[in-house]
Structures are given as structure tokens and as C-alpha cells.
């Protein structure tokens, strides 16, 4: 399981997410693990319990399942005490709704935090890679060159302030795939600007395949459908995992007839 704390995942400074005192008041300071395996949805936190009077390799280990609120009981290491784990599940039942929808909140967006990275940065994102699992081999489209057959995997801008409307198309072999397109090495990447055309981005395959290629899956009205129905979904989505906007850059104004005369 890929869990990293919580401060490693947003790029801040290493710090408790909270802190609180036991009834021995022994203080502590709690860092937040989360998972960050798309393909894993575990609804879980593992806390971290630090003091200056234990040692990293001894440091309290509790698993919080956060649709229940509740303590995993008996998953958890290192505990000073037995009534250790019991306690603090107490302690947790009095946390407000607020606290509780926070943690379950950075459990998601934490989940797909490598996604949330590149979509800020103006890559695109594969359906798949935001909705891992909702498709098998048979839902992407075949293609075939030469007696070889290819895959196409759809890749959408979901970034807020991009507006156009496209999907970006990659052809990959279909041998080198064993249950779904995972982007090994792309024979053809384009995107395609619904109701407007297309435009190559790279290719190993030959022009005449290519635009056959393209042509037979822009004339394809369902496909079109489809890829716009996801465009949609992936671009609310982005919304509810709070990527952030595309910068601002204003467009430079056209010189003033002063500037241009002198």
C-alpha cells in the first residue's frame, strides 16, 4: 500500500496534522498517512502518534476507517497501553462533522494526488487514470494497421479555465496491454476538436494511416458521444479534487497609436 503523511502529499513542511493529551497527559502529536494508489480506494487514515519521549520505531500506530469514524481494532502497533486504542476511539466519536468530512475529504483528493499534480500542470488525464477500474479491455476502441491491432486510450484537459472542447487520442498495441491501456509507447497521438477536426501530435505510423485512422474514429457519432459525456465527467471531477485554475496570463494589448509612431 502506497501511504505517505499528509504534509509529503501537499508539499509543506513536516508537522502534526493534530494534537492532543491522554488521560496520562502524555502529550502527542499526530501526522495523517494517506493512501495514494489510484487504483486502491481504502477509505482509511493511518495515525502516527510522535512525543519526544518515543522513538521513531516505536512511535503509536492506530487505522482510522473513515466511513465508520471508528478504530481498527486490533490493527494497531506499538501502543503504550491496551485501553490505548479504546480511548482514543472514544475521543474521536466527539470530533464535529466538519473534522470528520476533512479527513475524508484528504483521503480522496490524497488518492489522487499525482493526477491533481499533472492536471495543474495542463497535461492531459486519462479517463481511466481518474476512474480506475470503471473499464475493461472491450470498452476502448480497436483500430488496425498491417495486421496489428491497436488500442485507443482518451485523455481529457481537466484544468479549470480550459474550455476546449477535445479529446486527446493515443493508439497503443494492443499486444503490449494485458487488461487496459496503460501508455506504454504511443504509434499515434492526436487530438480531436469535436465538430472542428483534428490535429497530429505524434506518430510512428504513416500519413496514410493515420488520417484513415483519425477519419474512421472522428466519423464515428457514438464514439463522439461518448468521449464528450466523459469530457464532462472528467472536468466535474477535476472540480470536486479542487485542481487549480490555469494561471492568469493576459493577452498584450495591441501598442497605442503614441507607441507605434515613435
Known amino acids: 500500500m502506497s501511504f505517505k503523511p499528509y504534509h509529503t502529499i501537499t508539499g509543506q513542511p513536516p508537522k502534526p496534522q493534530f494534537f492532543l493529551k491522554d488521560v496520562h497527559e502524555r502529550a502527542f502529536g499526530v501526522i495523517e498517512h494517506y493512501n495514494t494508489d489510484p487504483r486502491q480506494d481504502l477509505p482509511a487514515v493511518l495515525l502516527e502518534f510522535i512525543s519526544p519521549d518515543i522513538g521513531p520505531d516505536n512511535r503509536p500506530l ?19 497501553e491496551s485501553d490505548f486504542e479504546a480511548g482514543f476511539d472514544a475521543y474521536l466519536q466527539g470530533w464535529p462533522d466538519a473534522e470528520k468530512d476533512l479527513r475524508r475529504d484528504r483521503c480522496k483528493k490524497a488518492r ?15 479517463y481511466q487514470e481518474l476512474f480506475p477500474g470503471e473499464l475493461c479491455r472491450e470498452d476502448f476502441p480497436e483500430v488496425k494497421v498491417a495486421g496489428e491491432t491497436y488500442l485507443v486510450d482518451d485523455q481529457y484537459n481537466i484544468q479549470p479555465g480550459e474550455f476546449i472542447n477535445q479529446a486527446t487520442l493515443v493508439l497503443v498495441p494492443a499486444a503490449s496491454v494485458p487488461n487496459a491501456p496503460a501508455i506504454p509507447e504511443n504509434h499515434l497521438l492526436f487530438n480531436w476538436l469535436f465538430g472542428e477536426g483534428y490535429e497530429i501530435l505524434d506518430t510512428r505510423l504513416s500519413e496514410a ?11 464515428n457519432r457514438e464514439l463522439e458521444k461518448i468521449y464528450r459525456d466523459r469530457l464532462t465527467k472528467m472536468r466535474r471531477e477535476g472540480v470536486l479534487l479542487a485542481v487549480k485554475p490555469k494561471p492568469y496570463s493576459p493577452s498584450p494589448s495591441a501598442p497605442s497609436h503614441e507607441e507605434s509612431s515613435q
Open 112 to 126: 489522487f494526488s499525482e493526477v491533481i499534480t499533472l492536471a495543474e500542470k495542463g497535461f492531459s488525464i486519462a
Open 209 to 219: 494511416d493515420c488520417h484513415r485512422i483519425i477519419q474512421e474514429l472522428t466519423s
Open 62 to 80: 492506530i487505522w482510522l476507517d473513515l466511513e465508520k469514524w471508528r478504530v481498527v481494532a486490533g490493527e494497531s502497533r506499538n501502543l503504550p
